[in-house]
């Protein structure tokens, strides 16, 4: 294992570490030891695509140190993540013996994160649960924080997106980033929207990083990797730190995510979360400037650099505004029936608005294709 960094996150509820290492997947079940866990039984919850890569690395690490392992594996797409799939890793981790002296550790994306984070929280009333993310995207985003939650499908085939869940803080995190050295250049495109995400939200320079460091990202080096998730590890276990169950500050972190949402509940098949996410964070740019709040230059500057970072800034395709807009009148961040949206005044100082008029909603859709 090479260079540990360790970013520490502090909520009311838990404080526990999220390391950042080469060669960390190898090592988890020493980690786990370092901070006090020694649970009797392991349930590994994987996705398919990494079980006989960092899963399997996961499975010999705790086998080495004589501690029984259940190895489950799903597949991890939006539709996979349902109160049935919950049920079925429940039902898996009772018969395989799983006791409320075990652990859940979760080995693949978000989707795998939040479902295996659920039932870790739910499975006889909670217990441990390590996050070992395997994509950008969760490990500068998904699996810090304690958000776990599972997707309700509509009559008409759409999704409520985390509609039924719960704040679980994991017990550690393990970030390697040598295991996204296979993860497609699509998937590591998205996690980087999220990156763009947190550069808006507290670290404008990162921009103009990111955008410098393109080639070794897109060629999956370890150590520009290792890099930009402790710089965005840092970013949230701030936010997290002073707001664990959104009820102020961390609501910032819902940057362009209720656009997303929507985006996501009627096109999830055409485009992935993150690259929905930076959609939805150009049309809170404009949003802003809608209302008289943000700059055009903001506007500018994160279209611009989601493009230099090969991501889509309009909807994949033509969905009119009064779909979309309805799209976001299931959002679980509304409040009173009112929806909460999160813009930027300015780089670096993101924050809620209220009440927004329905023409200005209208033009921050327009401005990400909607007809």
């Not at 599972?150 to 999704?159: C, I, M, Q, T, Y």
Request: hydrophobic share 50%; net charge negative.
């Amino acid at each position: 294992m090479d260079g540990l960094q360790s970013i520490i996150v502090r909520t009311d509820a838990s404080t526990y570490p999220v390391e950042v290492a080469r060669g960390a997947v190898r090592h988890v079940a020493e980690r786990m030891a370092a901070v006090g866990l020694r649970p009797s039984a392991i349930a590994i919850i994987c996705d398919t695509a990494v079980e006989s890569s960092a899963a399997a690395a996961v499975d010999r690490s705790f086998r080495d140190a004589g501690i029984r392992v259940a190895r489950i594996a799903m597949n991890a797409s939006e539709d996979m993540k349902t109160l049935d799939t919950l049920g079925d890793l429940c039902e898996r981790m009772l018969a395989d013996g799983i006791d409320r002296a075990g652990a859940v550790v979760a080995v693949g994306g978000g989707v795998v994160g939040d479902v295996a984070g659920f039932a870790a929280a739910t499975y006889m009333r909670g217990i441990a649960c390590v996050q070992v993310p395997t994509t950008l995207l969760a490990m500068v985003d998904a699996a810090v924080g304690g958000k776990t939650a599972v997707n309700l499908a509509r009559p008409d085939g759409s999704l409520a997106k985390n509609i039924i869940g719960s704040f679980a803080q994991p017990a550690l995190v393990i970030c390697d980033p040598e295991s996204l050295a296979t993860l497609p250049v699509r998937e590591l495109r998205s996690g980087l929207a999220e990156c763009v995400k947190h550069a808006v939200i507290a670290d404008s320079s990162m921009l103009a990083w990111m955008v410098e460091r393109i080639d070794p990202i897109l060629a999956h080096d370890p150590a520009t990797l290792a890099e930009l998730v402790e710089r965005n590890v840092r970013i949230k276990a701030d936010v997290v730190g002073a707001d664990e169950r959104e009820q102020g500050r961390r609501a910032v972190l819902n940057l362009g995510h209720t656009f997303a949402h929507a985006i996501e509940a009627l096109l999830h098949d055409e485009c992935t979360h993150g690259e929905a996410v930076g959609i939805g964070t150009v049309a809170a740019c404009r949003l802003a400037v809608e209302l008289g709040v943000g700059t055009p230059d903001a506007e500018h500057a994160v279209r611009t650099t989601l493009q230099q970072l090969g991501l889509p800034t309009a909807i994949p395709s033509p969905r009119t505004v009064a779909a979309l807009t309805e799209a976001m009148g299931s959002d679980k961040k509304k409040q009173g029936g009112a929806l909460r949206l999160v813009v930027p005044f300015s780089l670096g100082d993101v924050r809620v608005v209220r009440d927004v008029a329905d023409p200005v909603l209208d033009a921050a859709w327009r401005a990400v294709g909607a007809r």
